[in-house]
């Protein structure tokens, strides 16, 4: 009897943990969603708008098509994609556990091999033993 009271609790502590990771992964998709929705949905409003206003005989008046205009539409549609590019690896890094461990660990490898150097000391890489079937 003591060991299906064991087997329901493993039972349930992994039903548990599944589905905190699945809350985990439905918040991470809504933020990059959301992220996504901020940058690029004023940008295609602005290109609904222009192309509205360019078929209809610019009756709205809402853009003057010189150079200016062309210039600042090319830098709204490059910002915004340029800015989510680069939101996007922080918010992995923010959160993704396992991201953040791994880049902290290569950081402070990365810092100590500099700080060797700067002190004097000469870094030697290790060197594996080769087996006789190696050679």
Same mark, same amino acid.
Do not use: C
């Given at each position: ?29 809504? @933020?990059?969603?959301? *992220?996504? !929705?901020?940058? %690029? ?6 290109? +609904?708008? /222009? ?27 490059? @910002?915004?994609?340029? *800015?989510? !590019?680069?939101? %996007? ?6 959160? +993704?556990? /396992? ?37």
């Amino acid at each position: 009897m003591s060991i299906q009271v064991i087997k329901n609790m493993h039972v349930q502590t992994h039903e548990k943990s599944l589905a905190a990771r699945r809350k985990e992964a439905t918040w991470t998709i809504i @933020l990059f969603t959301l *992220l996504y !929705a901020v940058f %690029n949905v004023p940008a295609a409003l602005y290109e +609904m708008l /222009g192309a509205v206003d360019l078929y209809t005989e610019n009756r709205f008046d809402f853009f003057s098509w010189d150079l200016g205009h062309r210039y600042f539409r090319n830098m709204i549609s490059v @910002l915004s994609i340029g *800015l989510n !590019a680069a939101a %996007n690896p922080a918010l992995y890094f923010w959160r +993704m556990r /396992g991201m953040r461990t791994s880049t902290k660990s290569r950081f402070s490898t990365i810092a100590l091999k500099l700080s060797r150097r700067s002190e004097g000391q000469v870094i030697v890489p290790r060197r594996r033993n080769l087996t006789t079937s190696e050679l």
